[in-house]
């Protein structure tokens, strides 16, 4: 058994102390900073021996409090030492906190359901209560139940963050899914053999609201009030429409994955975005690409379903052929041909490599599997190819088109 760990917003009534409180505990560790680095103290145990007494003259607080802003300013400055080490920032810079937060021990807070008992003195208690929807309340329901249990809670000056636990038993699968993550599509191969092709728009999304950001900003120059209410209406639109197409496509990939039994095996794309070095609008489109995101949503929710998880580096997983371990070489737009004679689109031969860096014995049949024409409609579609059927299944995805409302609008033609 393993636990798995999904942390929960909710919303809460605030009220003078909780500011006040979250005031004070930015001083608590921005205090402790200060000494670690007058007196070069790099432990979190030293840390709290130095600050304890001085700490406790200052603040009137639960010496738990000190703990935690311990806790957290060891951690920045370990963070920061090793950016000075890389040489990615000044060493007479160290950090700050800035923003209201608080990360409690937990001894400090009880988590009730509805609300918080947070301890700011020896028998002393302040209570917080939340504001939760359906989607929060599933989890209290459930923790009700005996099922999740609560983690380090985490508030901050709009959100409570809590940490919810579920112990679930990811065992080793028969079959694996490879996952291969791209700009404008998801495309998955099993050992079964299935083949699964996610096209979706995010790209397109992205294109479209950097336009729309340019063109606003040409407008200022005439428009400065029209400009500033354009960009207050559509800032946070091209945030909240991808990560909800995010969600979409994990949900899609973790279902199809647990209706099958498969586990999930992705590319470990850690510091790709160190390595992009391109023109100007490649680099552009390339660092606006929600790769990460879409990969968490995948792990988390796959996790919480009793489906492992696991990496391999991408290193020439799309240059080598899966059957020879020849050098491939490009044949039309998407193919890349071996050798050989071994031909296939190149994000089915970069999934098949996936599965064999992995130790998955890959069926033949997988091999001479094709994917069909690409489509490039604005549309979330998703289609399953397998050895005896094609399923093809589109969802209309309607906030995507949102931005193009706009700029019709704004030439001035009918939407």
Same mark, same amino acid.
């Given at each position: ?21 979250? $005031? ?87 988590? $009730? ?16 209560? *939340? ?9 209290? $329901? ?22 919810? @636990? ?110 992009? @070095? ?13 790769? @990460? ?58 999934? *098949? ?26 549309? *979330? ?35």
């Amino acid at each position: 058994m393993v636990d798995v760990m999904l942390a929960i917003p909710f919303s809460y009534e605030k009220n003078e102390i909780i500011r006040g409180l979250l $005031e004070d505990f930015r001083d608590m560790i921005n205090f402790c900073i200060e000494k670690a680095i007058e007196n070069n103290v790099t432990s979190y145990a030293k840390l709290r021996k130095l600050v304890y007494e001085e700490w406790k003259q200052r603040w009137n607080y639960s010496t738990h409090f000190c703990h935690s802003a311990c806790k957290i300013a060891s951690s920045m400055l370990k963070s920061w030492r090793k950016k000075v080490r890389k040489r990615e920032t000044k060493s007479d810079r160290p950090p700050k906190a800035k923003k209201l937060f608080i990360r409690f021990d937990p001894q400090l807070v009880k988590f $009730e359901g509805d609300r918080l008992r947070i301890s700011i003195k020896p028998r002393q208690f302040v209570y917080v209560h *939340l504001k939760y929807g359906e989607y929060q309340r599933k989890f209290i $329901e459930e923790w009700r139940k005996g099922k999740l249990k609560v983690g380090e809670i985490t508030m901050n000056g709009e959100k409570v963050i809590i940490p919810f @636990r579920k112990e679930v038993d990811l065992t080793n699968p028969k079959d694996w899914i490879a996952i291969d993550v791209n700009e404008s599509n998801v495309t998955a191969v099993s050992s079964n053999p299935h083949v699964l092709r996610i096209e979706h728009g995010l790209r397109t999304i992205h294109t479209t609201y950097f336009e729309m950001r340019r063109r606003i900003q040409k407008l200022s120059k005439y428009k400065p009030i029209t400009s500033k209410r354009l960009m207050e209406k559509y800032s946070g639109r091209e945030k909240k429409i991808t990560h909800d197409l995010c969600h979409k496509i994990a949900r899609i990939i973790v279902d199809f994955a647990k209706e099958h039994g498969f586990g999930i095996i992705m590319e470990d794309l850690n510091g790709i975005r160190n390595k992009i @070095r391109y023109n100007k609008n490649l680099n552009r489109r390339l660092h606006s690409w929600n790769f @990460r995101k879409l990969q968490f949503f995948i792990e988390y929710k796959a996790k919480l379903n009793g489906i492992p998880v696991v990496y391999v580096k991408p290193h020439k997983t799309s240059s080598l052929c899966p059957i020879c371990g020849g050098k491939l070489a490009p044949n039309g737009q998407r193919l890349l041909k071996c050798k050989c004679g071994y031909e296939n689109d190149r994000d089915v031969i970069a999934c *098949l490599n996936m599965l064999r860096m992995r130790g998955v014995p890959v069926p033949p049949e997988c091999l001479s599997m094709k994917l069909g024409e690409r489509n490039s409609s604005r549309w *979330l579609n998703v289609t399953v190819y397998s050895l005896n059927c094609l399923e093809e299944r589109t969802a209309y995805y309607s906030m995507y088109f949102a931005a193009t409302t706009f700029e019709k609008r704004y030439n001035g033609e009918d939407a």
